[in-house]
């Protein structure tokens, strides 16, 4: 994806954020074949973030902002399942697309606060034995799905 495409594939965000976007190279870089979604921080606004789903073969992605201050406990990162402390999960909103988004409506969900669910739920993966192997499938799998039905209710 190049950068342009990424700005296009960024269904709620303003023109402002459109533009001052900035994609890291592993983002451009990125090879989707082996990927089920990106998602990264703005490297240069805190708190900022950004994740791209494939949504039927087409690249849909969305602004995140973090609320500040995490819960003071370990919290479930609703994403990819992994358990984290308090500072390394973050409430993440997102304005909804188009009119409901002008309206003020967003949708809100914990997630990693480094938005890393993609590697997290790879890691936390237990080493080879085989019948193991389904589990950590059905994680992996599972973490697709609360991604794109996340991206699929800023679009809705
Ligand atoms: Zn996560």
């Known amino acids: ?66 609320a500040s201050g995490g819960p003071s406990r370990a919290a479930l990162c609703n994403i990819c399942h992994t358990m984290q402390p308090g500072n390394q999960v973050a409430l993440f909103t997102a304005r909804r697309a188009g009119a409901a988004g002008e309206r003020g409506d967003s949708v809100g969900t914990y997630m990693c606060a480094d938005l890393g669910c993609h590697e997290n739920v790879r890691l936390a993966a237990p080493l080879a034995p085989s019948e193991m192997r389904a589990s950590v499938d059905r994680r992996i799998d599972g973490t697709r799905h609360r991604v794109e039905a996340f991206v699929e209710s800023v679009v809705a």
Request: proline share 8%; net charge negative.
């Open 1 to 66: 994806m190049t950068e342009d495409q990424v700005r296009a594939a960024l269904v709620n965000a303003s023109p402002d954020e459109r533009e001052r976007l900035s994609v890291p190279l592993a983002v451009v870089l990125a090879d989707w074949d082996h990927l089920d979604f990106v998602a990264w921080p703005d490297p240069e606004t805190r708190g900022r973030g950004y994740v791209i789903v494939e949504r039927e073969g087409v690249p849909t992605g969305v602004v995140l902002r973090a």
